[in-house]
């Protein structure tokens, strides 16, 4: 990395990007919090979506997230076979659930995070292996629910445990995204927290006549910070995806 710094600074970055990094592949597998939004007129973005805007031209985000996905569903929706099928030697794959997994009310997305989330977790990190590309976990970032004292509720904490525990176990690098997410929700506070999340008024879109507050999915603001922390935590962590980070500002 000094080498590829005293090159960038005497000739440029532009030139040395294109000669010393090799183009590489980031999969990314997940829910809403990370999808891509197509439709640019409504505020909400995942997280995914902002990820391109840090990283090197040489990193090509793929991102298979979609909403209301849990690990179960992932897989019996065979969306996992379908990125399986993507998968090429050499490429990353970034794992991120829980807010899905923990819905009890629905059998066809629930999966405990002491017993069927961990073996998924473990499943996917396996399949990726067997493929010859590198598996990596996240945790499920952090909603914005105050209680009524101003502390936050960490009502994920459970998952995120347990997807550290598989990580620990299986050795791939862990992303704690909802720890970071949750100290920097509690930082800001209740009413500084609000625009990173979803907050429309009423008669201004179709789907939500009345208007709604939305305190899980993320805006420009709020997918741009949570793709923020991940970047960072690459670079604190020495990962090999950090030499693809261009910026941690926009």
């Known amino acids: 990395m000094k080498y590829l710094l005293i090159l960038a600074l005497c000739f440029g970055f532009s ?4 000669t010393e990094i090799p183009p590489v592949k980031l999969h990314l597998v997940g829910d809403s919090t990370m999808s891509d939004k197509p439709n640019l007129a409504y505020p909400e973005r995942g997280w995914g979506q902002l990820l391109p805007q840090f990283l090197l031209p040489q ?5 298979h997230a979609a909403n209301g996905r849990s690990t179960r569903r992932f897989l019996t929706e065979g969306r996992w076979q379908l990125l399986l099928s993507e998968l090429g030697k050499g490429d990353y794959v970034l794992i991120q659930f829980g807010h ?3 819905k009890e009310s629905d059998p066809a997305r629930y999966a405990a995070f002491d017993t069927d989330y961990q073996t998924f977790l473990t499943q996917f990190i396996a399949d990726v292996r067997e493929r010859g590309a590198t598996p990596m976990l996240a945790s499920s970032i952090c909603r914005r629910n105050f209680a009524a004292d101003g ?4 009502d994920l904490a459970e998952y995120a445990s347990a997807a550290a525990k598989v ?3 299986t050795n791939v690098s862990f992303f704690d995204l909802q720890q970071l997410s949750c100290d920097f929700w509690q930082q800001q506070g209740k009413d500084n927290s609000q625009p990173y999340f979803i907050q429309v ?3 201004l879109y179709q789907k939500f006549p009345a208007g709604t507050t939305d305190n899980t999915h993320l805006t420009l603001q709020g997918a741009s910070k949570i793709a923020q922390l991940f970047v960072q935590d690459l670079k604190r962590q020495q990962h090999p995806l950090a030499a693809y980070v261009y910026r941690e500002l926009l």
């Open 167 to 169: 990580a620990s176990a």
């Open 201 to 203: 008024p009423a008669a």
């Open 15 to 18: 030139q040395v990007q294109a």
């Open 100 to 102: 899905n997994d923990s």
């Open 151 to 154: 502390s936050l509720k960490r």
């Open 59 to 63: 990193l090509t985000v793929v991102n």
